[in-house]
C-alpha cells in the first residue's frame, strides 16, 4: 500500500503484539512513519524513531504525538490477566487510565483514529462458553476481564458521544515464534513449542481437556491492520468484534505436536490459571466481524503447529 501520510503511534511496542505489527504497519508505511514506544528502549525497533515513554504519562503522550504528527494510535500496553490478578490495583490502573489518555486526545482531534484490543477476559462463567455470540452476558472474574469490559464500553462512548473512531477486536491466546508471552493464562500454548523443542518435556499449568479459542500471531496482525482500514460505516460495532481462530485443549496441541516430536511428553499440573481459564469461553462466534469487514482465518491447528516448531528452529529461539 503506497503511504498516504499515516503516522502511526505504538503504546506499548515491545510486547507480543507490539513487536509484530511495528514490523507489519512498517512495511505498509514506512518505519520513519511508525513510532514505537515503551517503557524500555529495546534493539527491535532500530529502524524506527522510537520514545521511551510510560504509558500513564498524559503529558508525554501529548508531546509525542505532536512531536511526531500522529495521527493513528495502537494503544496496547496492559496488565494482563494472570499478573493482574497479582497485581489487581495497578493492572486497574494502567489499563483504565491510559485508554482514557488516548480516547481524549483523538476527542480533542489530535489523532484521527484509535486500536485498543479487548480480550475473550470480557466474558465471564455466567457466559455460554460453547459458541459465546457477539453479544452476551459478560461479567468477568478477573481484573484484566473487568478492565477491558470496561473499556470497550468507553470506547463506544467517545464514539456516540465524541465521534470518536475507536476500534477494538477481542483477541483470544495469541500464539506466535517472535517474542516471548507476556503473562496471560494462554502462554501455555506459547511455552509447550519451546520446552517440547528443548526437553521434549512440557509440564502444563492447565489441565488436558481445558478447551480454550487460541490464535495465531500471523491472523491476530492482520485483522488487527484489516479493522483498521476497513472503511468507518462497516465497522459497526464499537465496542470491541469477537474474533476466532481455533479451539484446542492442551492434550490436543501435544498430541499435535507429538508428529513433529515424537518422543514428546506432557505432564498436567493446574495451578491459580486453571480457574481463569475455567471462567473463558472454549469456543467463540466472530459471525459479525466476517459480515461487517471480511474477517477470514487462515491458520488450523495443524498449520500452526508446524509454522511454530519450524520458526522456532529455523531462527534459533528456543529459550
Not at 18 to 24: A, F, K, M, P, V
Not at 61 to 68: A, D, N, Q, S
Request: glycine share 6%.
Amino acid at each position: 500500500m503506497a503511504n498516504t501520510g499515516e503516522k502511526v503511534l505504538i503504546i506499548g511496542a515491545g510486547g507480543q503484539i507490539g513487536l509484530e505489527l511495528t514490523e507489519n504497519l512498517s512495511k505498509i508505511w514506512g518505519a520513519s512513519n511508525v513510532v514505537p514506544t515503551d517503557l524500555k528502549p529495546t534493539e527491535s525497533f532500530k529502524n524506527n524513531p522510537f520514545e521511551q515513554m510510560d504509558a500513564l504519562d498524559k503529558d508525554a503522550l501529548f508531546g509525542i504525538v505532536k512531536k511526531h504528527k500522529i495521527t493513528q494510535v495502537y494503544h496496547l500496553a496492559a496488565l494482563l490477566s494472570a499478573t493482574g490478578e497479582q497485581k489487581p490495583m495497578s493492572a486497574w490502573k494502567l489499563n483504565m487510565e491510559s485508554l482514557f489518555h488516548v480516547l481524549d486526545l483523538a476527542k480533542e482531534k489530535y489523532i484521527k483514529q484509535v486500536y485498543w484490543p479487548s480480550s475473550i477476559a470480557v466474558f465471564g462463567p455466567t457466559t455460554p462458553r460453547e459458541n459465546t455470540p457477539q453479544y452476551t452476558v459478560m461479567e468477568p472474574s478477573t481484573v484484566y476481564g473487568i478492565s477491558k469490559q470496561a473499556g470497550e464500553r468507553w470506547c463506544e462512548w467517545y464514539f456516540q458521544k465524541h465521534g470518536v473512531d475507536a476500534r477494538s477486536l477481542r483477541y483470544p491466546g495469541l500464539i506466535g515464534w517472535k517474542s516471548a508471552p507476556g503473562g496471560g493464562t494462554t502462554d501455555y500454548a506459547v511455552h509447550i513449542f519451546h520446552e517440547a523443542l528443548k526437553t521434549a518435556s512440557y509440564e502444563c499449568f492447565l489441565s488436558e481437556n481445558t478447551t480454550l479459542p487460541m490464535m495465531h500471531m500471523e491472523d491476530a496482525i492482520r485483522a488487527t491492520i484489516e479493522i483498521m482500514q476497513a472503511p468507518a460505516e462497516k465497522v459497526k460495532i464499537r465496542g470491541s468484534y469477537n474474533l476466532s481462530g481455533i479451539s484446542f485443549s492442551p492434550k490436543e496441541i501435544a498430541n499435535e505436536i507429538k508428529k513433529h516430536i515424537p518422543e514428546f511428553k506432557i505432564s498436567y499440573k493446574p495451578d491459580f490459571r486453571q480457574a481463569i481459564a475455567d471462567s473463558w469461553p472454549k469456543s467463540i462466534d466472530d459471525s459479525r466481524a466476517r459480515e461487517d469487514w471480511g474477517w477470514k482465518v487462515k491458520y488450523d491447528l495443524p498449520k500452526l503447529v508446524e509454522n511454530m516448531l519450524v520458526n522456532l528452529k529455523e531462527h534459533n529461539l528456543v529459550k
